[in-house]
């Protein structure tokens, strides 16, 4: 069993940096693939980034090159630093988990977090 809790949203200024934290508990979080998807009201909730348990990532194009994701395998921690943010960029994130392969449809992830609000002003 893998228990996630996401940290780190708040209230930021456009063009701004947030980073969200996602502490894994359970032993099987080294060998497991984390994804940080999103959430806007109305929206259905999308795929942002992923890592594998050998730290191969995987990003959607709407971030790419604004966020990074890592991991810290000894903290047992998932990490997004998120760059030059944008209104759009304003959801509720979610942190996920999978076994071993990085996915990117949300039905593949078996495991959730209760997410974070993540809010930006123009």
């Known amino acids: 069993q893998v228990q996630l809790v996401e940290s780190g949203g708040g209230l930021v200024q456009a063009g701004g940096s947030l980073r969200l934290s996602c502490a894994a508990s359970?032993?099987?979080?080294?060998?497991?693939?984390m994804g940080w998807f999103r959430q806007a009201p109305g929206k259905e909730r999308e795929f942002v980034a992923a890592?594998?348990?050998?730290?191969?990532?995987s990003y959607a194009d709407s971030v790419e090159g604004r966020f990074t994701i890592s991991r810290d395998n000894a903290k047992n921690t998932v990490y997004l630093q998120m760059d030059r943010l944008k209104p759009e960029d304003t959801a509720v994130y979610y942190c996920?988990?999978?076994?071993?392969?990085?996915?990117?449809?949300?039905?593949?992830?078996?495991?959730w977090g209760q997410g974070t609000q993540v809010t930006v002003s123009s």
């Open positions: 359970g032993r099987t979080f080294s060998s497991s693939a």
């Open positions: 890592i594998s348990w050998v730290s191969s990532t």
């Open positions: 996920a988990a999978r076994r071993y392969t990085i996915k990117r449809p949300t039905s593949e992830y078996n495991y």
